[in-house]
């Protein structure tokens, strides 16, 4: 059985810093891409940054370049992305997915969802 857990989420002030992480089971960083989706009130879900660890690529959206970073911890079998310099627009629950994407950032791509984790940027 697959299972993706999120965890690390809250509530921060504005240029503030979380880590968030997502625990593996039934997959594994070297045989699966790991991606983080955010979702806020009343918007899609849209891709954030995913780790494609056999080919040693990252891939960051726009909006969250140069200030998030994403890792992967293949003794944990765990995904980390450290989020700085919070901005209230970063606020959405935050899911990790993991799957063959060849698009990264396209939910379609993606097989296996975690329930997510709630983060709250504050102004």
């Known amino acids: 059985e697959v299972q993706l857990v999120e965890s690390g989420g809250g509530l921060v002030q504005t240029g503030g810093s979380l880590r968030l992480s997502c625990a593996l089971s039934g997959v594994t960083l070297a045989d699966s891409v790991i991606g983080w989706f955010r979702q806020a009130p009343g918007k899609e879900r849209e891709g954030v940054s995913a780790?494609?660890?056999?080919?040693?690529?990252?891939y960051y959206a726009d909006a969250v370049k140069g200030r998030f970073t994403i890792s992967g911890d293949s003794a944990k079998n765990t995904v980390h992305l450290q989020m700085n310099s919070l901005k209230p627009e970063d606020t959405a629950v935050y899911y990790c997915?993991?799957?063959?994407?060849?698009?990264?950032?396209?939910?379609?791509?993606?097989?296996?969802w975690g329930q997510g984790t709630e983060v709250t940027v504050s102004s």
């Open positions: 997915a993991a799957g063959h994407a060849l698009a990264w950032s396209l939910t379609d791509e993606y097989n296996y």
């Open positions: 780790i494609n660890s056999p080919h040693g690529s990252t």
